[in-house]
């Protein structure tokens, strides 16, 4: 389960990359409308990027803990 909480952070990371790509490419063409739509969701998915990041980075710490008791 901790491989699909990485994934799936890599893939928000990702995701916010393009809208970020998206939204500068926008503001060159001046449509700030799309620019800000865009802006938006690089800032959403990065958010929920970070708390999966955040989720599977705690999961793993449980994992290393629970094995050092073992």
């Known amino acids: 389960m901790e491989t699909n909480d990485?994934?799936?952070?890599?893939?928000?990371?990702?995701?916010?990359?393009?809208a970020h790509?998206?939204?500068?490419?926008a503001?060159?063409?001046?449509?700030?409308?799309?620019?800000?739509?865009?802006?938006?969701?690089?800032?959403?998915?990065?958010?929920?990027a970070h708390e999966h990041s955040q989720k599977a980075s705690l999961k793993h710490g449980k994992a290393a803990s629970d094995e050092a008791k073992s």
Not at 6 to 18: C, K, P, S, T, V
Request: zero cysteines; hydrophobic letters at 40%; charged letters at 20%.
């Open 6 to 18: 990485h994934q799936r952070a890599a893939e928000l990371h990702n995701l916010a990359a393009h």
């Open 27 to 48: 503001h060159g063409k001046e449509d700030h409308l799309s620019a800000h739509e865009q802006s938006r969701k690089a800032h959403e998915h990065s958010t929920l």
């Open 21 to 25: 790509l998206a939204a500068a490419a």
